[in-house]
């Protein structure tokens, strides 16, 4: 029986334990060798029943089955999924965004967009990147969303690696309330292609994230996303994200 011949609400996840998403989770704390081998099966799983999902999303769609519950299904998967490979990979960046209340109320009195950036490489050696936030939104979604732009600069070593750059980026926002509500993104380089050519100016066209996440989730008492007037945003360059 198919996926999509089941009711979706009873589609659920082995019996390996997820790891509560402590601050261990962003602190670049890692699991120990039989923990690391629990998660890698269940990434396992889990991959198995996203490719599922969504290889029968037609079907679905064109079908009685509940497209909202499928849609929340397949994103539930997809969140479990990321949770488990940042946990086993140790190539991440961790940025911590201080004083945020400042930096939201400065913005609102700026004439235009502004942005806070950072940028970081891959690996030592690697690829050189840049991510800006826009914390009343960009232009385009000004005062209703936080926006993320994602941007490839020249680095030194540019001309000894592999172009395009073709891994997949996880970007995440990081709940601390009890809820754990993270807010994930996965960037395809596919889908954009021209960003993520070998730069010949300083900096590629970006990869802009509009929509990263509402300011009415931000500021919500039911969320912690500001925790101690600080944000904090985890990047993943992974190799094995399957969506």
Wanted: charged residues 20%; contains cysteine.
């Amino acid at each position: 029986m198919s996926i999509a011949d089941q009711a979706l609400s009873t589609i659920s996840l082995p019996k390996l334990s997820i790891e509560k998403t402590n601050n261990n989770f962003f602190e670049n704390k890692f699991l120990d060798e039989d923990q690391i081998s629990e998660q890698i099966r269940l990434q396992k799983y889990l991959r198995s029943q996203i490719k599922q999902l969504i290889k029968e999303e037609q079907y679905i769609i064109n079908s009685d089955v509940n497209v909202k519950l499928y849609k929340n299904e397949l994103y539930k998967l997809q969140q479990q999924y990321a949770i488990s490979r940042f946990l086993t990979n140790k190539e991440t960046y961790l940025w911590h965004i201080n004083n945020v209340q400042e930096i939201f109320q400065n913005s609102k009195q700026a004439t235009q967009s502004n942005g806070i950036s950072t940028s970081f490489y891959t690996y030592r050696g690697g690829y050189k990147m840049s991510l800006k936030l826009y914390v009343n939104g960009h232009i385009t979604a000004p005062d209703t969303y936080l926006s993320l732009h994602l941007t490839i600069l020249r680095g030194p070593c540019d001309s000894y690696l592999n172009w395009p750059f073709d891994n997949p980026i996880l970007i995440c926002l990081y709940d601390t309330s009890a809820k754990q509500e993270h807010i994930f993104h996965t960037i395809k380089p596919e889908k954009y292609s021209e960003c993520f050519q070998q730069p010949k100016m300083n900096e590629n066209p970006s990869v802009q994230i509009l929509e990263f996440c509402p300011l009415s989730m931000i500021f919500s008492k039911d969320y912690d996303y500001i925790h101690q007037n600080k944000l904090i945003i985890k990047i993943l360059i992974d190799s094995w994200i399957p969506i």
